[in-house]
């Protein structure tokens, strides 16, 4: 099997115009896609923990609903089946890289808002209590207490999602979105070459996953060393406080 690989047009493959091209859009389309689920995940993860039931039954059912479609389903449904529900989506400015983002943003802000939940429930209720106490409203108690604490926790399973986005933006070529794979799937098909066209599309998969791993390694070791400092920090403040032998005030 390995005699019948064609290197020539591995490299021309990997080296080709489209390919770059399509691993730009694929993480212009990671980039947004998150960004957007972010922003709606923490709403949900806000409503999940409301005290309201109706809000609470509304994220509940947004969040089964998502989660428990194909990813691939909803990028069908999305592209092919709005236009049907909804003359508006025929138009000229209806995208498949729209459609991809759309699908993609409301799939992935589901399991978003369980991380950010996970991650704001994480901190100590009593020290919500304790701004209250200080007189702070709600907003200011998740801007300046919750949010900042929380955000440590959030950060490496986010970085898990990032990398997973990456990899289901592939399934966009399914409705003609020019990304990696489909880039790959169209040099495969002019000369039915496709084992050099999808290896080639898999060195440009490694290499950005690769990157993306050591990035979140870097972010996870820098709020580690933050709060492992600030631990030392109070500990080197309070060690002089403490009375002992001739200093004893008493």
């Known amino acids: 099997m390995l005699a019948t690989f064609d290197s ?28 957007a689920a972010t922003v709606l995940a923490f709403f949900l993860a806000l409503g999940k923990l409301s005290r309201f039931r109706l809000l609470r039954g509304v994220v509940l059912v947004y969040n089964w609903f998502f989660r428990a479609i194909p990813t691939l389903l909803l990028l069908l449904f ?8 909804w003359s508006v989506f025929t138009g000229n ?12 943003a409301l799939n992935e802000a589901a399991y978003m808002s369980e991380i950010i939940r996970a991650g704001l429930i994480s901190v ?3 020290q919500e209590l304790a701004a209250r106490a200080l007189g702070m409203t709600r907003a200011q108690i998740l ?3 919750i949010v900042p604490q929380a955000v440590r926790i959030i950060i490496p399973p986010t970085a898990n999602e990032f990398i997973t986005l990456l990899k289901l933006t592939s399934l966009a070529s399914v409705i003609s979105l020019y990304e990696l794979l489909g880039a790959s799937t169209v040099r495969g098909s002019q000369d039915f070459r496709y084992l050099e066209a999808y290896a080639a599309a898999a060195v440009y998969y ?27 920090q109070r500990r080197v403040v309070v060690a002089p406080a403490v009375p002992a032998g001739p200093h004893d005030a008493r």
């Open 8 to 35: 020539h047009i591995f490299w021309e493959a990997l080296s080709s115009r489209p390919y770059w091209h399509g691993a730009l859009l694929a993480l212009e389309l990671t980039c947004l896609t998150l960004v």
């Open 78 to 85: 999305v592209w092919n089946g709005l236009p049907q529900l």
């Open 124 to 126: 100590d209720p009593g």
């Open 206 to 232: 490694l290499a950005i996953v690769s990157v993306l791993m050591a990035i979140q390694a870097q972010l996870e070791r820098r709020f580690t060393w933050s709060s492992t400092g600030r631990r030392r």
């Open 143 to 145: 801007r300046r207490v």
């Open 93 to 104: 400015w209806y995208k498949a890289f729209l459609a991809a983002f759309i699908a993609l």
